[in-house]
């Protein structure tokens, strides 16, 4: 009361505070609390868990000590049923009766690579446990969604949102589906046993980097490397590996081990800076120097120009078929400049070469969308061919984008089927909102392939095909389309001379000749053309497939779209299924500016 005199300044109040405060009962709980808080602190363990047997032999025993005033009183107040009742409830709480009786664990539940399992028992009763499941798009697994307040999982505080379910009953629940797994939950009676990867176990694995995966862009061969502290401690590798990155605590050297090979010691490999210091030291090769070129009868340009071995008119299709005019097209001069072309992207690449990617497994279910399969290659090297074969082959499997439009449609074309014939403003329209991936003008109309038209067939359920020029890829190098790139390559120029003795293309329209047979101009051309393809834009070919022999090339493209298709899993640009950047990725983080 004396230090509460200060704050008091009404005579009433003081009163007040000065009978509560002396009131009886409140010193009686304050003395409780404290009881309590003392006797919390010993933490007390029952004398003993039988009290309710140890009172009625008692009461036995006293009945031979003679009826006395003190026995009988005692007796009386054992045989009591509210002191019964009080003496069970104790025997209830020192035997923890209170909490469910779990079955024992199975000896053979916990596998032995599987230290971080966790199995959890809970007794259901009518009500649901409380929580929600969902598959996890990257690796398939089974996870805990949410956890409901108050719900069993919940108050059991044994089960976590991000917790794998690995097994219900000892049932796996692997590739099951979600609506598949809570028939049994719901069906399960009593006790049920989880077997569970924790959430917090998951994180530490990350966090550890024991699951971090890049895939190279880049051949690596120590031998090669006079740079390498140590030859023996190096992991050599192609481009197009998966590598398990185990340490990038070093600036210079990561440490790393070949997919499926993480038991065997990590080795050396380069690091994103490494390389890229190493590729810009390297000077561009003197036999794509520069030079100035003059169009014929024109004013001297600077020879950059935009798609000279593409035509400026990228992306024309004929009902999905592209048409071989690109190669007829070039002059002397068109051949100058695509030489600068190839000059200035080679020393473009040397700035910034393509490292590491970060990539994580994918499980498509088989309800998800076929990935969408992007045909790459010269022009004349046999992207179409192989793409007829295709659609041939299995007409209900293949699909190809209907292209749009400007000019006006002719007898025998129908809407929908040839192209979709729209008016110039609603091109216009579609290339503004970014709906083309690829588009291009050609005798004063546009013609172009949308987003919307490879949407169409992948809804569809079919494996689309889309050729497109590789500088395109970026449009469709998303979750939503997941690509898997084909470069389809020429073979050395005696086989094009070889195979392609009979092969005529359409060239242009305003040639004199506008089908016509291959010349060595072409097939050089096309070699070359193939092979800057290819140091510009390999890091984003999946496969390369060789045509030389029609047959050959058309049976392995085809055993390897079905190959894709049926595996279980894809190694996938990490940012395609994940939203936040992992620290690796921050590492890498001019990676996005590849494409
Ligand atoms: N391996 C091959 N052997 C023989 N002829 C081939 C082979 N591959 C393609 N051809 C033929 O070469 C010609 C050009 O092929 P195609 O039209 O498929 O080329 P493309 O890559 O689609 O070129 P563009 O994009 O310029 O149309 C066609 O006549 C085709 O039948």
Known sequence: MSGTESHTHREEDYRFLHSMLMEKKLHLLFKIHERLKRFEKRSPVPVQEHAVSLASELAEELIYQGWRDEVKELVDLLSKPHFKSLLSVHDAVAQRDFEPSLPPIPDDVLDEDEDSVKIVSLVKTKDPLGATIKKDKSTGAIVVARIMKGGAADKSGLIHEGDELKEVNGVS??????????????????????????????EEMST?????????????????????????????????????????????????CHLGDSKSRAGLIPSPNLHERRVAL???????????????????????????????????????SRRSFR????????????????????????ICPPTYIEVIPYHRDPNDRHRLVVLVGPSGVGVNELKRRLLISDPDRYAVTVPHTTREKRRQ???????????????????????????????????????????????EGK?????????????????EFKPYVVFVKPPRVEELRLTRRRAKFVCDDEDTNPVRVFSEEDFEDMIDLAESMYSQYGHLFDKVIVNGDIATA????????????????????????????TKARRSCGHL???I
């Open 173 to 202: 629940l692997e590739h099951r589906k979600p609506k598949e797994i809570l028939p049994l939950l719901a069906h399960s009676q009593g006790e049920v046993t989880f077997k569970i990867i924790p959430a917090s176990s998951k």
């Open 208 to 256: 550890n980097k024991k699951k971090l995966f890049m895939r190279a862009l880049f051949d690596y061969d120590p031998n090669e490397d006079p740079t390498i502290p140590c030859k023996e401690a190096a992991v050599a590798f192609k481009r197009g590996d998966i590598l398990q990155i185990v340490s990038m605590e070093d600036d210079t050297w990561w440490q790393a």
């Open 282 to 320: 390297q000077r561009p090769k003197a036999l794509f120097k520069p030079r100035r070129v003059k169009p014929p009868g024109g004013q001297p340009v600077f020879p950059v120009i935009e798609d000279v071995d593409y035509g400026a008119i990228t992306g024309i299709h004929v009902a999905g």
């Open 327 to 350: 190669l007829g097209r070039k002059s002397s001069w068109a051949r100058e400049a695509a030489r600068f072309r190839r000059w200035s992207a080679g020393v473009h690449r040397s």
């Open 413 to 459: 074309e129908s809407e929908g089927v040839d192209y979709h014939f729209v008016p110039v403003h609603m091109f216009e329209e579609l290339i503004l909102n970014h709906r083309f991936i690829e588009y291009g003008c050609y005798r004063g109309h546009y013609y172009g392939t949308s987003l919307d038209s490879v949407n169409r067939e992948m809804a």
């Open 463 to 479: 494996v689309c095909l889309l050729d497109i020029h590789p500088s395109k890829i970026k449009h469709v190098y998303t979750s």
């Open 554 to 581: 058309f049976r392995e493209l085809r055993a390897d779209l079905e190959k894709i298709d049926e595996a279980e899993v894809h190694w996938v640009p990490t940012e395609w299924i994940c939203s936040s950047p």
């Open 592 to 594: 996005t500016g590849w």
